[in-house]
Structure formats: structure tokens, C-alpha cells
């Protein structure tokens, strides 16, 4: 079990959000969490990566207590994150984005290595390595932001709506880039409105409706009636 949470309880202020999340992720899985919008979700990977500190439960990665660790340590611990909205330095270049995220690193030869290896899962950053952040599509910032969020090397990595705002086509190609670093041995936690999407992708997931585990499986969810009731709206 690469990761753990027991009992995680979080709030905004006096509004309680997650009231009690369990979930259990393996080495290797491709975890996604689905919902109705305010359910929580990323409410949960935020209290995981120490963005929101939790006044009940425990998150535990590889057999270490993380609860309520601040976010630089955690990524020194092997846990990366994706934010929601495709943040990335606007006034920098591509590759400058990417020198940043491997920041902890302090042998240029790797951080070079570690670019190299980021172009290969996406090829138009190569292409667009000395252009602004700023001047990329909406795809390509999203891109360009997984792409920093790999250069620490990260055996888990959390990812927020990384669909969000995106065109069919481009969000296709996301998913297909996170199922790539998937396969490549990282394990991927993944928040996600397109639950279609997320669930056809995924070996695992989780539906929270009200800051509560409603339902957990696999890719099989995505054909449940209480999933289409609760979630999908049919």
C-alpha cells in the first residue's frame, strides 16, 4: 500500500467539508475521485498534499505519517501535485517551467535528463521549449504543468480537474498522457468532473457526494445505476 487515509475529516473555516474519507491506493494504481461539484473531491487531495490541514483522521504514505506535513515536505517524500487551472510561471519559458519544478534537485546533468524525459511524454513542449508559458494553448499549459509535477520524480502524483476548460480533443489527449505516465510506473491519483473519462481510464475509484464515500470500485462504476442517480444525472 503506497498510501493510506483513515478517517479524514477538513474544513473551511466552521463549514466541514470531508466528514470521515478512507481510501486505499496500491503501487502502480490509477485512482479516480468523482462527484457532484462541492462533494469534496479536491478538497481531498488538497488535505493529502498538506494545502488544507485536516483536524481529524490520518494520511499515511508508505507506511509514514504525513497528516498536516507542509507541501515542500511532502514533495520531498515522493508526492507531487497538479493544481486545478493549469498554474504555471506565465513570464517564463517552457523550459524554465520545467527547471523550476525540479527545484530540489541540485545536479543540472539530472535536471536536463529529467527535461529530456518530459518531452518524450509530450513532444510539443520540445517544440515550444523557448516560447513563454503565457503564449501556450490551454492544452499545453496543462501539459507543461503535469510536465513540472514529473521532474521530482514522484512515485504519486495528485491531479486536479486537469480537464477543466479544456476542448474535447485536447482533454482526449490529457487523458491519454496521464494513462501514459501510468503505465511508466508512476501512481496517480486523479480529481475529476468528466467522471466518463476518468472512469474509463482508471483500475480504481471512489464517488464522494457531501464530503462522504458514497461508492468505491473499479471501472465497472461507470455503469452503475447509483452512479448515473447520484453523479451522471441520468
Partial sequence: MILKVEHLEASYGYLKILHGINLEVKKGDLVAIVGPNGSGKSTTIKTIFGLIKSHHGDVIFKDRHITNKEPHEIVRYGISYVPQGRIVFQTMTVEENLEMGGFTVKDNKIVKQRINEIYKVFPILKEKRNQMASFLSGGQQQMLSIGR??????????????????????????????????????????????????????????????????????????????????????
Fill in 149 to 234: 509535477a514529473l521532474m521530482l520524480k514522484p512515485e504519486l502524483i495528485l491531479m486536479d480537474e486537469p480537464s477543466l476548460g479544456l476542448a474535447p480533443k485536447t482533454m482526449l489527449e490529457i487523458f491519454k498522457n496521464i494513462k501514459e505516465i501510468n503505465k511508466k510506473g508512476v501512481t496517480v491519483i486523479l480529481v475529476e468532473q468528466n467522471a466518463h473519462m476518468a472512469l474509463e481510464i482508471c483500475n480504481k475509484a471512489y464517488v464522494l457526494v457531501q464530503g462522504r464515500i458514497a461508492l468505491y470500485g473499479g471501472p465497472e462504476l461507470v455503469k452503475s445505476e447509483i452512479v448515473k442517480n447520484l453523479y451522471l444525472g441520468h
